[in-house]
């Protein structure tokens, strides 16, 4: 079974800082896809980035990027010029590729503050 | 678009009570899907609907939790009876097909406090 984890609970930032959030997984299959969903107090998940596995390229998405590292089975999320509205709960997530197997894996989830 | 509904947003029961929560995915997306998400944790899949068959239910305390999702389209979501443990928030998501590269998306979720 595949596993995600999360090791940092909280961060914290300055506004108009960067910081990265990091992320492990355990799988075995070699065709994946991953995630970076947002959870603001409304609780719903907003998506904020994805990765397939077989692109080496890393994912950016606006002030938002991956540093995919497939060997060490690590996924971090960038997060630049942070800003207030970045505060939130995030969540690493990950997908087979297999086409049943479209479930979402979670990680823990990290709680990032941002400071002005 | 209209996004995933859900309702109702909270609720609180005391155990043993009975408790249903209902999902209205977005228009015309196939797959419907359960996250049960305890305080601190993330979400966790209860079940998967392919328009109004189960794909996977193999999380899912069938003891006590039951869903369906008639014609297709809205799903509901049913305990009983209720747990202290299953106070969580319950959240609905939908995708276009089941093997979507692009994620779900998800609604704003119930949060069922058990007393």
């Known amino acids: 079974a595949q596993t995600v984890t999360q090791s940092q609970p909280e961060m914290s930032v300055q506004e108009a800082e960067t910081v990265t959030l990091s992320c492990t997984y355990d799988?075995?299959?070699?065709?994946?896809?991953l995630f970076w969903y947002k959870q603001p107090p409304s609780r719903q998940m907003i998506l904020v980035i994805r990765?397939?596995?077989?692109?080496?390229q890393n994912a950016t998405e606006n002030r938002f990027s991956v540093n995919f590292q497939k060997a060490a089975k690590s996924f971090s999320l960038k997060i630049s010029d942070s800003q207030l509205g970045d505060a939130a709960m995030y969540f690493c997530?990950?997908?087979?590729?297999?086409?049943?197997?479209?479930?979402?894996?979670f990680g823990e989830g990290t709680q990032l503050t941002v400071n002005p | 678009e209209a996004g995933v509904a859900q309702s109702p947003r909270y609720k609180i029961i005391e155990k043993r009570q009975s408790v249903a929560f209902w999902c209205n995915p977005i228009?015309?997306?196939?797959?419907l899907y359960w996250y049960q998400q305890i305080l601190g944790q993330g979400p966790k899949l209860l079940i998967q609907?392919?328009?109004?068959?189960?794909?996977?239910d193999s999380q899912l305390p069938k003891d006590r939790f039951s869903a369906e999702r008639l014609k297709g389209v809205d799903s509901t979501l049913k305990i009983q009876p209720a747990k202290l443990e299953d106070s969580a928030v319950y959240l609905c998501?939908?995708?276009?097909?089941?093997?979507?590269?692009?994620?779900?998306?998800f609604g704003s979720g119930t949060r069922l406090t058990v007393v």
């Open positions: 998501a939908s995708s276009l097909r089941m093997a979507n590269n692009y994620g779900y998306t």
């Open positions: 799988t075995s299959e070699s065709d994946y896809y």
């Open positions: 990765q397939e596995a077989y692109k080496q």
């Open positions: 997530a990950y997908r087979s590729g297999l086409e049943s197997g479209s479930r979402l894996t």
């Open positions: 228009s015309g997306h196939a797959t």
């Open positions: 609907f392919q328009n109004n068959g189960v794909v996977d």
